[in-house]
Structures are given as structure tokens and as C-alpha cells.
């Protein structure tokens, strides 16, 4: 399985950015799908995660203004990004299966990360 993360780039603040992440060699659905960034110098954390359900999680930091969403025919998740801060500068990796509960950096397979630069 691989999961290919695309979508980083530089923008202003208060623009917004979609990422998109692409999985491959799993055919079947995924209990939980999720996005994480690593801000420089910081612990990576969560950001937002959906369920096989429909249930979306966010990071309260995040809750507003990113939304994610599923394509499950195409086994691909995004994280539309509104209103983005500088302090939402990071490297965004995308996630899949979860191993604990959503919003712990425990999943089973990681994207490559795409970096995401907010100037102000």
C-alpha cells in the first residue's frame, strides 16, 4: 500500500489551498482516513480524520475553516484548506488506518508529506 500526498505550495494568509492524497494497492475500505502536519520544529499533530462512517474529526486550531472529505471510488481523500494562517505552515501528511483512535499519530501508512507555506 502507498499513499501519495499532492497539493503543498506557498500562498497568502487568508487563501486557501486543497491537498489530495492518493492510495494505492487496497481495494477494500479504510476504517479511518486522516491528515497530520509537522510545523518546523514541532511534534507532528493531528489535523482532521474521517471515518469509514462519515464522521469527521478536526483539531480545534483547524475546526471552521479545513475540511475533509473522501472519494471512496477513487480511493482518495482531501483537505480543503480556508482561510489559512501563517502558523498553519507545515509539512501535511496524509494517513490510513488508524492502529489507536483518530487523533493519535498511530496509523498504519503515511503519505510523503507535501509542505504547505502560509505568508503573512
Known amino acids: 500500500v502507498q499513499l501519495q500526498a499532492s497539493g503543498g505550495g506557498l500562498v497568502q494568509a487568508g487563501e486557501s489551498l486543497r491537498l489530495s492524497c492518493e492510495a494505492s494497492?487496497?481495494?477494500?475500505?479504510?476504517?479511518?482516513l486522516g491528515w497530520f502536519r509537522q510545523p518546523p520544529g514541532k511534534e507532528r499533530e493531528f489535523v482532521a480524520a474521517?471515518?469509514?462512517?462519515?464522521?469527521?474529526y478536526y483539531a480545534s486550531s483547524v475546526k471552521g475553516r479545513f475540511t475533509i472529505s473522501r472519494d471512496n471510488d477513487k480511493n482518495m481523500w482531501d483537505l480543503q484548506m480556508n482561510s489559512l494562517k501563517p502558523e498553519d505552515t507545515a509539512v501535511y501528511y496524509c494517513?490510513?488506518?488508524?492502529?489507536?483512535?483518530?487523533?493519535?499519530?498511530?496509523?498504519?501508512?503515511w503519505g510523503q508529506g507535501t509542505l504547505v507555506t502560509v505568508s503573512s
Open positions: 494517513a490510513a488506518e488508524p492502529s489507536g483512535g483518530v487523533y493519535y499519530a498511530r496509523y498504519n501508512y
Open positions: 494497492g487496497r481495494t477494500f475500505s479504510w476504517s479511518a
Open positions: 474521517i471515518k469509514w462512517t462519515g464522521s469527521t
